[in-house]
């Protein structure tokens, strides 16, 4: 990719874990929120990676929105349920711990389930589902966000891109993933877009006015002075289903915020009405099924694997020759990435520098310094 330059994984943990370290997150909890951010770029899915490592993370405890020690509370609790305080913690570790919980519960009794208040953005909402697939479970999970999508009919940005996760595991080398926003573009893709001076299709967003745009950046402003918002899976008005992102975003808003009693919707802005920062405590919910609870774990795997093996052997259109089922190209990406490194464009090069230079971590020399 043009601009980027790969840096190798095992340099770019250590620095990561060191960084993290050093803005107060104890050792543990570094390692957390580093594998998971990692594991963006080992899919290929950069707009969650190291990209928004700095602007997400490091910028917002350095703002005091979310703190570097998560205070992990367990404020609720039956044998197959849990309701758990983030105190505006590392999502990432209200995360881990949550989906740990939940599958710790479904392998005792079959099904589990953990739901969330008071946290902060948790990174890619599949890591969590793997966590359970990888256990031998069905994993779900999903978040509330900031808001971004206009209802179908509507101009206001009032749901978060509420992204509705599934994950379980098959009898091939990699399993069935599920991790997409029920926006057509989820804000990170945004931001990494305009990163890299690239357009957004047309409809992504809908203005005020009931337009659209395209520019990357300006779509960002736009939605930051609430003169536009994204648009739900199926686009503007119903005509393509855009009635069926908005419900499932709705489901997810709901999971994320009724079971727990926590914020929803425009209480969920990073603003207060000043224009100030302000925490967002975002709330998710976590599901693992245990597959033995059912037939057993290898007959699921193996009509789960026949299942996905018949799509992809279907007709295929007219100038494709592959079909593709969910968190088959993520794998492929990992063969591909995983002995040549983590890509890092220009801009999170200086960034990275930054945080190296801030923090003194004089032992870090990057490739891209060359």
Same mark, same amino acid.
């Given at each position: 990719?043009?601009?980027?330059?790969?840096?190798?994984?095992?340099?770019?943990?250590?620095?990561?874990?060191?960084?993290?370290?050093?803005?107060?997150?104890?050792?543990?909890?570094?390692?957390?929120?580093?594998?998971?951010?990692?594991?963006?770029?080992?899919?290929?899915?950069?707009?969650?990676?190291?990209?928004?490592?700095?602007?997400?993370?490091?910028?917002?405890?350095?703002?005091?929105?979310?703190?570097?020690?998560?205070?992990?509370?367990?404020?609720?609790?039956?044998?197959?349920?849990?309701?758990?305080?983030?105190?505006?913690?590392?999502?990432?570790?209200?995360?881990?711990?949550?989906?740990?919980?939940?599958?710790?519960?479904?392998?005792?009794?079959?099904?589990?389930?953990?739901?969330?208040?008071?946290?902060?953005?948790?990174?890619?909402?599949?890591?969590?589902?793997?966590?359970?697939?990888?256990?031998?479970?069905?994993?779900?999970?999903?978040?509330?966000?900031?808001?971004?999508?206009?209802?179908?009919?509507?101009?206001?940005?009032?749901?978060?891109?509420?992204?509705?996760?599934?994950?379980?595991?098959?009898?091939?080398?990699?399993?069935?993933?599920?991790?997409?926003?029920?926006?057509?573009?989820?804000?990170?893709?945004?931001?990494?877009?305009?990163?890299?001076?690239?357009?957004?299709?047309?409809?992504?967003?809908?203005?005020?006015?009931?337009?659209?745009?395209?520019?990357?950046?300006?779509?960002? *402003?736009? +939605?930051?002075?609430? &003169? $536009?918002?994204?648009?739900?899976? =199926?686009?503007?008005?119903?005509?393509?289903? #855009?009635? @069926?992102?908005?419900?499932?975003?709705?489901?997810?808003?709901?999971?994320?915020?009724?079971?727990?009693?926590?914020?929803?919707?425009?209480?969920?802005?990073?603003?207060?009405?000043?224009?100030?920062?302000?925490?967002?405590?975002?709330?998710?919910?976590?599901?693992?099924?245990?597959?033995?609870?059912?037939?057993?774990?290898?007959?699921?795997?193996?009509?789960?694997? *026949?299942? +996905?093996?018949?799509? &992809? $052997?279907?007709?295929?259109?007219? =100038?494709?020759?592959?079909?593709?089922?969910? #968190?088959? @190209?993520?794998?492929?990406?990992?063969?591909?990435?995983?002995?040549?490194?983590?890509?890092?464009?220009?801009?999170?090069?200086?960034?990275?520098?930054?945080?190296?230079?801030?923090?003194?971590?004089?032992?870090?020399?990057?490739?891209?310094?060359?």
């Amino acid at each position: 990719m043009a601009g980027y330059v790969n840096v190798p994984w095992d340099f770019m943990q250590a620095f990561l874990v060191d960084a993290f370290k050093g803005y107060g997150i104890p050792e543990d909890d570094a390692r957390i929120c580093t594998d998971i951010l990692l594991e963006s770029d080992r899919r290929g899915i950069e707009s969650h990676g190291v990209n928004r490592f700095k602007p997400i993370y490091i910028d917002r405890i350095m703002a005091g929105t979310q703190f570097p020690t998560t205070n992990y509370e367990i404020i609720r609790e039956t044998k197959t349920t849990a309701v758990v305080d983030g105190h505006d913690g590392m999502g990432q570790v209200i995360g881990y711990k949550s989906m740990e919980m939940a599958i710790k519960k479904a392998k005792e009794y079959g099904m589990g389930m953990v739901v969330a208040r008071n946290s902060t953005h948790y990174g890619i909402a599949g890591y969590y589902s793997s966590m359970a697939a990888k256990a031998g479970c069905i994993g779900i999970t999903g978040t509330n966000a900031r808001p971004s999508i206009a209802p179908t009919f509507g101009v206001e940005n009032m749901l978060g891109t509420n992204p509705l996760t599934i994950g379980f595991p098959t009898d091939e080398e990699f399993i069935f993933n599920l991790d997409c926003a029920t926006s057509i573009q989820q804000r990170g893709k945004i931001e990494y877009y305009a990163r890299i001076g690239k357009k957004c299709a047309e409809g992504t967003v809908i203005t005020r006015d009931g337009g659209t745009l395209t520019d990357s950046q300006q779509i960002l *402003d736009e +939605l930051t002075a609430n &003169r $536009a918002a994204l648009t739900p899976l =199926g686009g503007i008005g119903d005509e393509l289903g #855009g009635y @069926k992102g908005y419900g499932y975003a709705t489901v997810v808003e709901v999971l994320s915020s009724a079971l727990q009693a926590g914020s929803f919707l425009k209480a969920l802005s990073d603003r207060d009405e000043k224009g100030n920062r302000k925490p967002c405590h975002l709330g998710h919910f976590f599901i693992a099924i245990d597959t033995e609870a059912f037939m057993g774990l290898e007959s699921f795997k193996k009509t789960a694997g *026949d299942i +996905l093996r018949d799509l &992809r $052997a279907s007709e295929k259109a007219p =100038g494709h020759d592959r079909i593709y089922t969910a #968190g088959e @190209k993520e794998y492929f990406i990992w063969q591909e990435r995983k002995n040549t490194g983590v890509p890092v464009s220009e801009g999170v090069q200086k960034e990275l520098i930054t945080v190296r230079d801030h923090l003194g971590l004089t032992q870090y020399k990057f490739p891209f310094e060359a």
